[in-house]
């Protein structure tokens, strides 16, 4: 798929994750924003999968861990959500770091942290 059915899907994502915030607001655990995400995508018809583990190659062997991101979307677009308000250049690495292991091509980083409005970051290894 190219660049711009991967942004497609990234702003399908987006506005689901700004409804989310504008219901909820920020200062919440983790955990109730991933809940809530969940439903707005089902509520959109948004195909989307929870938690599950994808597998990391390296040199053209599986390796025994595996990366569980929080969504994948259409099997298509990697999300991660995230609470805290620092450590956003660590968190893009780290999704770009799996994005190369795993084969994804693109990855989105969600926070809902921030007073105010969502911030989101698109990230490609």
Same mark, same amino acid.
């Given at each position: 798929? @190219?660049?711009?059915?991967?942004? %497609?899907?990234?702003? /399908?994502?987006?506005?689901?994750?700004?409804?989310?915030? /504008?219901?909820?607001?920020?200062?919440?655990? /983790? !955990?109730?924003? #991933? /809940?809530?995400?969940?439903?707005?995508?089902? !509520?959109?018809?948004? *195909?989307?999968?929870?938690?599950?583990? &994808? *597998?990391?190659?390296?040199?053209?062997?599986? &390796?025994?861990?595996?990366? %569980?991101?929080?969504?994948?979307?259409? @099997? !298509?677009?990697?999300?991660? !959500? #995230?609470?805290?308000?620092?450590?956003?250049?660590?968190?893009?690495?780290?999704? #770009?770091?799996?994005?190369?292991?795993?084969?994804?091509?693109?990855?989105?980083?969600?926070?809902?942290?921030?007073?105010?409005? &969502?911030?989101?970051?698109?990230?490609? *290894?």
């Amino acid at each position: 798929m @190219d660049k711009r059915g991967y942004s %497609t899907v990234a702003h /399908e994502v987006i506005a689901a994750a700004m409804e989310v915030y /504008e219901e909820l607001g920020n200062g919440l655990p /983790e !955990l109730a924003y #991933r /809940e809530a995400l969940a439903i707005e995508f089902e !509520l959109r018809r948004i *195909p989307f999968q929870q938690e599950q583990p &994808l *597998p990391l190659h390296y040199k053209g062997c599986i &390796l025994q861990r595996c990366y %569980t991101p929080n969504f994948v979307v259409h @099997d !298509l677009l990697v999300v991660n !959500l #995230r609470i805290l308000r620092t450590g956003e250049i660590e968190e893009e690495a780290q999704l #770009r770091n799996y994005l190369k292991a795993t084969g994804y091509p693109w990855g989105l980083l969600l926070s809902f942290g921030f007073p105010g409005r &969502l911030r989101w970051k698109a990230v490609n *290894p």
